[in-house]
């Protein structure tokens, strides 16, 4: 059998295609605090509306109850490399982009109002659940419209990408309520459009909602109606299979938990006059919230 002589040309394409694959999964295994180090940044992302956890002020920069425990991560990240310089990069997300952007590496840490739930937990982690909510309704005061048995035959809408727009076309497939379901997308949208009429009730979480109203133009035009549907969890999005950078945040939760100062930060942000317009949520902490504090879980919703 004559041998095939050995080409050059046609082994370097091979090989290339080989080193990517071996640079790729040299990426993909590398920790996020090794990726922070390296960069000598950190990604922080924010939501534009998810009030009071992390939404733009009166300056245009994102502020929050989950924005400034991210701070608290930040600076447990300069400490723990030894990087005091460590550069802070901000990137607004969406309900929609938030979770292909923490996995391709955009971001680092995600700080707003996500639901952990089980399907989320496929995709990423989660630290310790931070705050615990139920969907309600947000609607004109003038509509009428106490709970569900009013919104046969009217338009719902809820946010693109978020756990509670799936909670809601369920609820309608299952018990027949019989409204239409829209999106928008961003709670921003979602309210505008219960203001202008152009639907007659946004289904969010109900925190979300509070604050919402809180800084409309007339608060007292809007109400928060309905018993809460399935309370889930929040908590702060992390990478997948990472678990030295979650032990980092979780560590910082605790202590702050342990501590009396995630307290502080929920009077502040949850019963104290608030940016931009100065209005107090009055929300007081719920008994599942409090009873974390001791346990420090990070269960998901189913």
């Known amino acids: 059998m004559r041998r095939t002589p050995t080409r050059p040309a046609l082994l370097f394409p091979a090989l290339v295609a080989a080193l990517a694959a071996l640079s790729a999964g040299s990426a993909a295994a590398q ?8 960069r000598g ?6 939501r534009e509306s998810s009030i009071p956890f992390s939404y733009l002020g009166g300056d245009g920069q994102p502020v929050g109850f989950g924005w400034e425990i991210c701070g ?9 490399l030894g990087r005091a310089d460590l550069k802070i990069s901000t990137q ?11 996995q391709n590496g955009t971001i680092d840490i995600e700080c707003g109002s996500t639901t952990n739930n089980s399907e989320r937990a496929k995709q ?48 309608n497939a299952e018990q027949g309520v019989g409204f239409e379901l829209i999106t928008a997308k961003d709670h921003a949208e979602s309210a505008l459009l219960v203001q202008q009429q152009r639907a007659e009730a946004f289904g969010m979480d109900d925190i979300l909602l509070y604050g919402l109203r809180a ?18 969890p929040y908590a702060i999005m992390l990478r997948k299979d990472d678990p030295s950078f979650k032990k980092l945040v979780d560590d910082t939760l605790a202590g702050l938990m342990k501590s009396g100062e995630f307290e502080a930060l929920y009077k ?12 107090n949520l009055n929300a007081p902490m719920s008994q599942e919230l409090r009873e974390n504090l001791r346990a420090l879980s990070d269960k998901p919703a189913l």
Do not use: C, H, M
């Open 41 to 46: 940044s950190i990604s922080v992302a924010y």
């Open 124 to 171: 990423v982690s989660f630290a310790t659940n931070y705050f615990y909510t139920g969907t309600r309704f947000l609607v004109r005061s003038d509509s009428g419209i106490k709970g569900l048995a009013e919104l046969k035959g009217k338009k719902v809408v809820s946010t693109t990408g978020t756990t509670n727009f799936q909670v809601l076309r369920k609820l």
């Open 215 to 232: 800084s409309a133009a007339n608060p007292a035009e809007l109400a928060v109606v309905g018993e809460a549907i399935q309370v889930e």
């Open 92 to 102: 607004a997300v969406t309900s929609q982009n938030r979770i292909p952007l923490l």
């Open 31 to 38: 920790s996020t605090l090794e990726r922070i180090k390296e």
């Open 268 to 279: 502040k942000w949850f019963q104290s006059p608030i940016p931009p317009k100065g209005i």
């Open 72 to 80: 608290k991560v930040v600076e447990q990240v300069k400490k723990t």
